[in-house]
């Protein structure tokens, strides 16, 4: 079955400790994206990635970061930095260009403690 | 700044009757426009599509409406059912970018 994952489904950590969440996908699909998503608030976009060895910063990129070394993962980290790293993260793929629909994960709930 | 507004934060109808979700865009660029469906503690899943070319689009008992001039389009879900219950999510990408602008969506909730 093709799909998304995301590993694991709930994550606690304590303050100041990074944490890295997993994305996986067998989609082939290109392009790999990360959203978080607070209570009442729509997903906004933290990294997104079109190629292999490549990614971009989306609206709230701060605290977080990411890396592509292969087609299939796009993981995040949640450093310290991050004011307030307790959300729903989502990760979503696509196949690469125009008007086409993302694919999402079943997401990770993070609580920072 | 939204460019992409739900300004209802819930919905509740009747199962049988016709559910319409909207959604206002002040981006004039704009060009693609997406539904989500999303329920608790899962990801959005894809329910349709339609590209600014386009009035008008249907797949089965969903219908997205797109009015251009007045930077609005409408999800229209008929006949609603119970498993209909969720989160429903606007989004938006403009020029061919493969980047999604998301609505804070509406929750709907279709009583037997």
């Known amino acids: 079955d093709g799909g998304i994952t995301q590993s694991p489904k709930y994550l606690f950590r304590k303050e100041g400790q990074n944490v890295t969440l997993s994305c996986e996908q067998n989609l082939n699909h290109d392009a790999m994206y990360w959203y978080r998503q607070d209570p009442g608030q729509g997903l906004r976009l933290i990294y997104y990635?079109?190629?292999?060895?490549?990614?971009q910063k989306g609206d709230i990129a701060e605290g977080y970061s990411v890396s592509r070394e292969k087609k299939e993962s796009f993981p995040l980290t949640v450093t310290s930095a991050q004011k307030n790293p307790t959300a729903f993260y989502l990760c979503?793929?696509?196949?690469?260009?125009?008007?086409?629909?993302?694919?999402f994960g079943p997401g990770t709930r993070l609580t920072v403690l | 700044d939204q460019q992409v507004k739900q300004n209802s934060p819930s919905l509740s109808v009747q199962e049988g009757r016709i559910s319409i979700l909207n959604c206002d865009y002040t981006n004039s660029m704009f060009d693609y426009f997406l539904w989500y469906k999303k329920y608790p503690a899962e990801g959005p899943t894809f329910l349709i599509s339609i590209s600014s070319i386009k009035d008008k689009n249907e797949d089965g008992r969903f219908t997205v409406f797109l009015n251009k001039s007045a930077k609005h389009l409408s999800l229209h879900i008929v006949p609603s059912q119970p498993g209909d219950s969720a989160v429903y999510f606007c989004?938006?990408?403009?020029?061919?970018?493969?980047?999604?602008?998301f609505g804070k969506g509406t929750k709907l909730t279709v009583n037997p």
């Open positions: 979503a793929s696509n196949v690469r260009g125009s008007y086409n629909e993302q694919f």
């Open positions: 989004a938006a990408s403009q020029g061919g970018s493969e980047k999604l602008v």
């Open positions: 990635s079109q190629i292999v060895n490549d990614f």
